[in-house]
């Protein structure tokens, strides 16, 4: 999974990098903040699989047995949280920049967004840390208030843009939301997978399976959809630009009466 993982991110940070001139000028910041965000998860998934390796180990060929703890060793969960700590609010950023919402919206935006996605990074670690299921569970709880403003503002506002939004990608941003719901939301239940009755190295695997596939939906993915949104403004803005990167039928498609910023 790890090693999964370090090839989604990698790549996927090229592939934004190598699209930066496929989107007008406008849209490259969130291309770049895009970029920027899979490189430091490919980074740190580096260090998480190096971890891995110094504190369990096998004598099974290939890898294929049970794992044991080395004495004196322990598993680094310290390098996740501190990805998250960079990664959260650049992902907020990427989305407020694609949007390319008026200047004052955008900076009223990261004031409350990205305050909240750092105290909610910093209250998931120590429940992270604990064998107290019961500590756990508050820090868990004290986590899940500002996830949850996080999401509440994130609908709200991406709601509000739609109408400003071409409508080439009214629909794209109206199911990012969901994405956003859906893959933020494989991180709570992977890690409360110990106060679930899944107990020892099911639970430990579990957690870092989930943490794994949310990492490559949150950022990947995300990050392709971004690109995806910006590459249809960068169309709906300029229609030279659409017909230089589409076919004549496509670049039709995008400047019809329906799309008024096509025009």
């Known amino acids: 999974m790890f090693s999964l993982v370090i090839a989604s ?7 934004l990098i190598i699209g930066l001139k496929r989107v007008l000028p406008r849209y490259r910041q969130a291309m770049t903040v895009a970029a920027i965000v899979c490189g430091i998860a490919a980074y740190h998934y580096f260090r998480i699989f190096d971890s891995f390796k110094a504190a369990f180990v096998t004598d099974a060929i290939g890898g294929a047995g049970d794992y044991v703890q ?3 060793a322990s598993f680094n969960e310290g390098y996740r949280y501190v990805d998250w700590l960079l990664t ?13 919402l008026a200047r004052k919206v955008q900076t009223s935006l990261l004031y409350r967004l990205i305050p909240a996605s750092a105290l909610m990074i ?7 840390l604990t064998a107290d299921n019961g500590m756990r569970g508050i820090f868990g709880l004290l986590s899940t208030i500002p996830f949850a403003y996080i999401l509440y503002v994130l609908f709200i506002e991406l709601t509000k843009s739609l109408d400003r939004q071409p409508v080439s990608v009214r629909r794209t941003i109206s199911q990012l939301r969901l994405l956003l719901l859906l893959t933020w939301g494989v991180y709570p239940i992977a890690y409360l997978l110990p106060m679930l009755g899944i107990d020892g190295s099911d639970a430990w695997v579990g957690k870092q399976i989930g943490y794994s596939i949310a990492d490559i939906l949150a950022k990947c993915l995300y990050g392709l959809i971004i690109f995806h949104i910006a590459r249809m403004k960068s169309f709906a803005d300029d229609p030279a630009f659409a017909r230089m990167e589409l ?4 670049a039709e498609e995008v400047a019809t009466p329906t799309n008024p910023r096509g025009k």
């Open 247 to 250: 076919s004549v039928d496509e």
């Open 88 to 100: 959260v609010p650049l992902l907020l950023l990427e989305l407020i920049a694609v949007l390319a």
């Open 70 to 72: 080395v004495a004196g």
């Open 122 to 128: 910093a209250l998931g670690y120590p429940g992270e």
């Open 9 to 15: 991110q990698l790549f996927t940070s090229i592939f």
